[in-house]
Structure formats: structure tokens, C-alpha cells
């Protein structure tokens, strides 16, 4: 079975500042993908970025990277520069390769950025 | 946008009800799968459907069930409704063996259960 452990269940952030979002997890699969979603007041999940466990370099899209860390199984999210409109629940997931989609997500981290 | 669309948007029912949800996803997205997310915690797998099948299963009683419609659309039934299934209920659509690994959420059903 996989876990997703999530221990920051809220952050407050300087806007302009950058913000690490901590992320480990259990699996005993070697092919699996890590992904980051970000959910706004209204409710959808918005996906960020993705990492595969065979990817040897960190994944980044824009303003988010994922510092991704195999030997101690973390996965933690980097927002440089945030902005106000970073302000949501942040949700670490994770889906095995050889299987079928289902998506095991942690309890979240609630960001607030502060002006 | 995800191209994914939900209804309705929210819905509330009493205890012993049945409900049935609705979830459109992108055209070419084989495989779709549920999501319940109470408050103030992360989503848990339901289930996924395939094909119009059912291709896995989440630790939710039989009194929820589903279907998929070959015109990408799916839908979510819970009979005898508890006051637990008040949630938020998401779909999320994809393309089995797509090089995208991103999963397509829609923005959700909220399901009161009085």
C-alpha cells in the first residue's frame, strides 16, 4: 500500500518569499509517480508538477520545483516568489506506473501568503 | 480549465436517499476515476472505470457504484445515503498510456447529507 505523509498542516509565507512544502512517502514499488496539486477555496485540484521515480534530474514548471529526494522518499514542493493568489490547500500524490490510476494524496498543507 | 465539468455544482439529500452524480471528461479520456474528499482532508480513491469497466476499487462499500458512458461521460451512485457521505465528491479523466501523467479534475460536487 502506498502512503503519502504530509506534516505541515499549515504555513504562513512573507509574500515574494520563497516556501518549501514537505512531502514523504511509502511505497515498496519501484515505478511510481509523485505529483503536486494545488486547491483553491473553490474546490478543483489544479495539477502543478510531476515527478517520476526513474527521473534523475527535479522536476520544475515555472515558479514550482520539486526537490525530489528517493533515498529518503520525500518530495517537497518550492514555490519561489509567491504571490498572494498562492494562497490554497496543497495536496503531495502519488500513483504507481504499473497499475491502474487511482491517486494516493496526503491530508494537505493550507499556504497562506501574507502581503 | 480541464475540459472536465461536474453537476450539479451542489445537491443535498437526507439520510437514506440514493443520489446519482454527474462527471463529462475530455473527449479521448478512457479512463476516469472518483474521488471523496470530506473536510479538511485529502481526497480518497473510490474507484476507477476503464472502458466502461470497473478497474479498481478504493475501500467504499458496495453501496457505492458507478458507471461509464462511452461518450466519455460517467456517473457516481450512492444508495442509502449517511450523514459520513457529505463530501466533496471530484472526478478526474485521463488518457491510459498517454505520455501525460497529469490526471483531469473537475471542480467538484458538494453533497450535503442532512
Known amino acids: 500500500a502506498q502512503k503519502i505523509t504530509q506534516t505541515q498542516p499549515g504555513m504562513f509565507v512573507q509574500e515574494k518569499e520563497a516556501v518549501t512544502l514537505d512531502c514523504t512517502y511509502d511505497t515498496s514499488d519501484q515505478s511510481y509517480g509523485l505529483f503536486w496539486y494545488k486547491q483553491p477555496s473553490s474546490g478543483e485540484m489544479i495539477f502543478l508538477i510531476y515527478?517520476?521515480?526513474?527521473?534523475?534530474q527535479n522536476a520544475t514548471e515555472g515558479r514550482y520545483s520539486l526537490n525530489f529526494q528517493k533515498a529518503r522518499k520525500s518530495a517537497n514542493l518550492v514555490i519561489s516568489a509567491s504571490q498572494l493568489g498562492d494562497s490554497a490547500m496543497y495536496f503531495c500524490a502519488m500513483r504507481l506506473v504499473f497499475g491502474n490510476e487511482k491517486l494516493t494524496f496526503g491530508t494537505g498543507t493550507r499556504l497562506t501568503i501574507i502581503p | 480549465e480541464t475540459g472536465v465539468t461536474q453537476s450539479p455544482t451542489h445537491l443535498i439529500k437526507t439520510r437514506g436517499q440514493q443520489v446519482t452524480l454527474r462527471c463529462s471528461s475530455q473527449s479521448g479520456h478512457n479512463t476516469v476515476s472518483w474521488y471523496q474528499q470530506a473536510l479538511g482532508q485529502g481526497p480518497q480513491f473510490i474507484f476507477q472505470y476503464y472502458r466502461e469497466e470497473e478497474n479498481g476499487r478504493g475501500n467504499f462499500p458496495p453501496r457505492f457504484s458507478g458507471l461509464q458512458f462511452p461518450n466519455y461521460s460517467s456517473e457516481l451512485n450512492v444508495n442509502a445515503l449517511e450523514l459520513d457521505d457529505s463530501a466533496l465528491y471530484l472526478c478526474a479523466s485521463r488518457s491510459k498510456g498517454s505520455a501525460y501523467n497529469e490526471q483531469f479534475f473537475g471542480p467538484g460536487t458538494r453533497l450535503t447529507v442532512l
Open positions: 515527478q517520476g521515480s526513474y527521473d534523475e
